[in-house]
């Protein structure tokens, strides 16, 4: 089976092939980083248009590497959501179409599902079950995932997202548009212990999150200071040991009550340095095993949806006509059936 993903969630526009027996054939992405710079953040309604503008391009192009054609394709898969709805209507309504017109099926795909199986595009793939630790700009959650459409929330932020923490911290020191990386960036060059942030809801039980006191407490570090000199980047580096110390304890607890021995990072903030490192450390010592994606698909990418597509096809979970894209999809409400 060859599936032709596309994902247009928010700011990127990605297409994949992906074949069941041979892996990925290709893949093609475009980021409208440029775009919105100038905004400080992602304007819904550009982002739609440029979809529009790339999206036809760039499955030309990932046609053409895989070596395919409309009659190799047996079907499309394109994110459903969650996401900016008008992105994601563009997406789906051009994989509908386009498989309406090429008579193959069109499946919309769980964005955080499609992230949740990037690590199998690796050659070390985990296998099931395993924990997962879903963390990016728009969500960070625990999830216990006992095979591909069975997924249990154990933990979640209860207001803002790890990444979208790392955002507007960025944002608060100066950074440019995205602000996550940048930040990261910056606290490699500074100085640990100079800055002490609080490791939100280190001191009760559970497995929940919360962010929003941590970027305030950064806000708080910072008033009143130059932020010319070594300050920016002390300031940096105490909020990501902060976030990563919250996310590697919060990992450690999981495993634990789930007594499993595989977890898979997957998301954006999945890509940082640090927390790689940590989780690396932790995990040795627990016996246990730690997946990523490679970096290039730990943020948005055609790949993980097209791999999720062919997947849930391979399983006998087929899609059905009807336009299903969603701003707000809860990830443990899919099941084993498409939206």
């Known amino acids: 089976m060859r599936v032709l993903g596309i994902e247009s969630s928010c700011d990127e526009t990605a297409v994949a092939v992906y074949d069941q027996a041979r892996g990925l054939l290709s893949h093609r ?14 304007v819904p309604e550009l982002a739609s248009r440029d979809h529009v503008r ?3 391009p760039l ?15 047996d079907a499309l898969a394109y994110t459903a959501g969650p996401g900016l709805i008008g992105a994601l209507l563009v997406g789906e309504g051009f994989a509908s179409a386009l498989g309406m017109a090429w008579g193959k099926p069109a499946l919309g795909i769980h964005h955080l599902e499609g992230h949740l199986l990037a690590p199998l595009l690796e050659p070390k793939p985990p296998a099931f079950p395993f924990l997962a630790l879903l963390v990016s700009g728009g969500h960070t959650q625990l999830v216990d995932v006992a095979g591909l459409g ?4 154990i933990g979640e932020t209860l207001d803002d997202a790890a990444g979208e923490a790392f955002d507007k911290t960025a944002k608060l020191l100066g950074l440019p548009y995205p602000g996550g990386a940048a930040l990261a960036s910056l606290a490699a060059s500074g100085r640990s212990g100079e800055f002490i942030f609080p490791r939100p809801m280190l001191d009760r039980p559970g497995l929940d999150f919360s962010f929003s006191g941590l970027k305030t407490a950064a806000l708080v570090a ?5 932020l010319r000199g070594a300050i920016r980047a002390d300031v940096a580096r105490g909020f ?4 990563v110390e919250t996310l ?8 634990k009550q789930t007594g499993h021995q595989r977890l898979v990072v997957a998301g954006g903030v999945g890509a ?8 690396a450390t932790v995990l040795q010592g627990l016996n246990a095993e730690l997946y990523f994606p490679r970096i290039e698909f730990c943020t948005d990418n055609g790949a993980m949806i097209a791999l999720a597509g062919c997947l849930r096809l391979a399983a006998g979970m087929h899609a059905s006509i009807g336009m299903s894209a969603r701003a707000n999809w809860e990830l443990d409400a899919i099941g084993n059936s498409e939206p």
């Open 29 to 42: 992405l475009h980021s409208q980083v440029a775009l919105h710079q100038a905004y400080g953040g992602v």
């Open 54 to 56: 790339r999206l036809l």
């Open 59 to 73: 499955v030309r192009e990932a046609l053409a590497e895989a070596r395919s054609d409309k009659a190799s394709i």
């Open 150 to 153: 069975r997924y249990q929330i």
């Open 222 to 226: 910072l008033r009143g200071r130059d």
């Open 240 to 243: 990501e040991e902060a976030v």
């Open 248 to 255: 590697v304890e919060k990992c450690r607890r999981a495993l």
């Open 272 to 279: 940082n340095r640090r927390l790689r490192e940590r989780l």
